[in-house]
């Protein structure tokens, strides 16, 4: 496993922007997938977005797709998320994930999570 902390959330309004960053350690994370996850108050952990580990393949859930863009830096550890056009309804807790199988955008397919971000969007 890889330990993952997440940095970069905050408050901001709708129409903003804002990149979250994932800082890995342990394992070499270049040998695993890297997802974005959410989840809000009351609602199941959802989907956001994955990288494969050579970063060339990415996907997208619905929600986002278009306004996010993931991104990774092996060489920094390090995965990022950009969020743009933000909605009050993207507003949730952000988790980073690493995964050994490659674009998985099923939650338990990943072994190793961070503790998450707050992302408050206002409207």
């Known amino acids: 496993q890889v330990t993952l902390v997440e940095s970069g959330g905050g408050l901001v309004q709708a129409g903003d922007s804002l990149r979250l960053s994932c800082a890995a350690s342990?394992?070499?994370?270049?040998?695993?997938?890297a997802g974005w996850f959410r989840q809000a108050p009351g609602k199941e952990r959802e989907f956001v977005a994955v990288?494969?580990?050579?970063?060339?393949?990415?996907y997208y859930g619905n929600s986002v797709k278009g306004r996010f863009t993931i991104s990774r830096d092996n060489a920094k550890n390090s995965v990022y998320l950009q969020m743009s056009s933000l909605k009050p309804e993207d507003t949730a807790i952000y988790f980073c994930?690493?995964?050994?199988?490659?674009?998985?955008?099923?939650?338990?397919?990943?072994?190793?999570w961070g503790q998450g971000t707050q992302v408050t969007v206002s409207s």
């Open positions: 994930a690493a995964s050994h199988l490659t674009m998985s955008t099923i939650a338990n397919d990943f072994n190793s």
């Open positions: 342990g394992r070499t994370f270049s040998n695993y997938a």
């Open positions: 990288i494969a580990w050579s970063g060339d393949k990415t």
